[in-house]
T-cell receptor, first 116, second 112 residues
Framework: NAGVTQTPKFQVLKTGQSMTLQCAQD?????MSWYRQDPGMGLRLIHY???????DQGEVPNGYNVSRSTTEDFPLRLLSAAPSQTSVYFC???????????????FGNGTRLTVT | GNSVTQMEGPVTLSEEAFLTINCTYT??????LFWYVQYPGEGLQLLLK?????DKGSNKGFEATYRKETTSFHLEKGSVQVSDSAVYFC???????????FGSGTRLLVRP
């Protein structure tokens, strides 16, 4: 049972480079999201999707793009990396609206990104 | 806006000690409340939840009671183990919201 799979686990980029963080889930969840985790700031929502073809911004969307062409995949794109994007990124999915009690978020193991 | 405040860590305890991690929230409406746990090198996992005032969530010996009058959801465990060492996150969501709002996390270290 794979759950939510994120790749890569670690990545180092130079300022200005681009890359895509991959996220896939095999639970047929409609809702998927990306969070970043920074020391002392908890997790902050970057973008989310409530189904294939539908995406929306979270609280810190600048510098990131997303798309949702299939139910399973929700990649996060950094078009021009900046040192401020150094963080740990988590993808999470849920069968329904995450605030509902019977539909918790399922998290991947994270991608640690360093931008120099 | 909605927010969650957790006690600063790290919290260091000896095995079998009593644990309390404080969590208070600010929200409009009637949010659902959650505790998530993050073990080293892993993503977050749901530990327990509560959906209305006076509800008590419990799992793996951990408990938390939804206190609307004090806007709190403190996490407790009567006797911690070394294996409980992790980072604990309090979170809330308004019913029907598309996102969870997380606190900053509290690191727990349990020594043998």
């Amino acid at each position: 049972n794979a759950g939510v799979t994120q790749t890569p686990k670690f990545q180092v980029l130079k300022t200005g480079q681009s890359m895509t963080l991959q996220c896939a889930q095999d639970m047929n969840h409609e809702y998927m999201s990306w969070y970043r985790q920074d020391p002392g700031m908890g997790l902050r929502l970057i973008h989310y999707s409530v189904g294939a073809g539908i995406t929306d911004q979270g609280e810190v969307p600048n510098g990131y793009n997303v798309s949702r062409s299939t139910t399973e995949d929700f990649p996060l794109r950094l078009l021009s990396a900046a040192p401020s994007q150094t963080s740990v990124y988590f993808c999470a999915s849920s069968g329904k609206i995450p605030g509902q009690a019977n539909s918790p978020l399922h998290f991947g193991n994270g991608t640690r990104l360093t931008v120099t | 806006g909605n927010s969650v405040t957790q006690m600063e860590g790290p919290v260091t305890l000896s095995e079998e000690a009593f644990l309390t991690i404080n969590c208070t929230y600010t929200a409009t409406g009637y949010p659902s409340l959650f505790w998530y746990v993050q073990y080293p090198g892993e993503g977050l996992q749901l530990l327990l939840k509560a959906t209305k005032a006076d509800d008590k969530g419990s799992n793996k010996g951990f408990e938390a009671t939804y206190r609307k009058e004090t806007t709190s959801f403190h996490l407790e465990k009567g006797s911690v183990q070394v294996s409980d060492s992790a980072v604990y996150f309090c979170a809330l969501s308004d019913l029907g919201s598309y996102k969870l709002i997380f606190g900053s996390g509290t690191r727990l270290l349990v020594r043998p």
